[in-house]
């Protein structure tokens, strides 16, 4: 933890997460949540390519290798596209927890430089719940798993319901997510009895 703002530590009524029954196994990739998604999407020529694998508990490890199109300074990743990886390793957390949730609060320590063609090793868990809320935990480190911290992050998601992206996504992408099956069972794959 990094002592992060008021709005990241749990109430007094918050409970230990629960893994749910029918998560994926210690060590199984987690997959892409979408095949766009900038943080995790095998389609987008853009994106981090962030791979995810699933911990003990409500816990996994992820890594995204910086490229090029990462820089802020020369030869440097930039701030924005580090706590963008960090974002994605804590959103796919919710694979464990069975749960559709999005980002309310996330406050990034960035403590080393990350060169480009560093692959950041990233970890993370979920501390506790709070009924819609879920307070979460991330370091990445750098010269391999057990290398120093770069950057860690304190968060807090929100429980929504699938209608939160058919409601505020644009049309032309929301069809097109509910007219691929395979899309349909990955957003399955996040609720709890679906
Ligand atoms: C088949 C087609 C469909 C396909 C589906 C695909 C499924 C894919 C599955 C999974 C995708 C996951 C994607 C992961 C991507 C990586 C993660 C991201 O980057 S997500 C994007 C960035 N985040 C946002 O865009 C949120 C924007 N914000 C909102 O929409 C709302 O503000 C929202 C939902 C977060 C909360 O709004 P409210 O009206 O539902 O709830 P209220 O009452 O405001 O908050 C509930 C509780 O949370 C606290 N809260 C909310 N925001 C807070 C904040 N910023 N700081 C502290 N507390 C906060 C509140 O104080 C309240 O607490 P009290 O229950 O009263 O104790």
């Known amino acids: 933890m990094s002592g992060g703002s008021a709005a990241l530590q749990p109430p007094a009524d918050a409970v230990k997460p629960v893994r749910h029954a029918d998560a994926p196994a210690p060590g199984e990739l987690l997959g892409a949540h979408y095949s766009q998604c900038f943080g995790c999407g095998g389609e987008q020529p853009h994106g981090l390519h962030l791979e995810a694998r699933a911990g003990e508990g409500v816990s996994l490890t992820a890594e995204f290798t910086v490229q090029s199109a990462h820089q802020g300074a020369p030869g440097l990743a930039h701030g924005g596209v580090l706590t963008t990886a960090l974002d994605?390793?804590?959103?796919?957390?919710?694979?464990?927890?069975?749960?559709?949730?999005?980002?309310?609060?996330?406050?990034?320590?960035?403590?080393?430089?990350?060169?480009?063609?560093?692959?950041?090793?990233?970890?993370?868990?979920?501390?506790?719940?709070?009924?819609?809320k879920i307070y979460s935990s991330a370091v990445g480190r750098i010269d391999g798993p057990d290398g120093p911290v770069a950057v860690r992050a304190d968060a807090?998601?929100?429980?929504?319901?699938?209608?939160?992206?058919?409601?505020?996504?644009?049309?032309?992408?929301?069809?097109?997510?509910?007219?691929?099956?395979d899309q349909i069972r990955r957003a399955r794959a996040f609720e709890v009895n679906p």
Do not use: C
């Open 156 to 181: 807090l998601f929100i429980e929504v319901k699938v209608d939160h992206f058919i409601d505020h996504g644009r049309q032309e992408e929301i069809r097109a997510a509910m007219n691929d099956p």
């Open 88 to 132: 994605e390793t804590l959103g796919s957390l919710n694979w464990l927890l069975r749960t559709v949730a999005v980002t309310g609060r996330l406050e990034t320590d960035f403590a080393r430089p990350v060169p480009v063609g560093t692959t950041l090793y990233l970890s993370a868990e979920v501390t506790a719940v709070a009924g819609r």
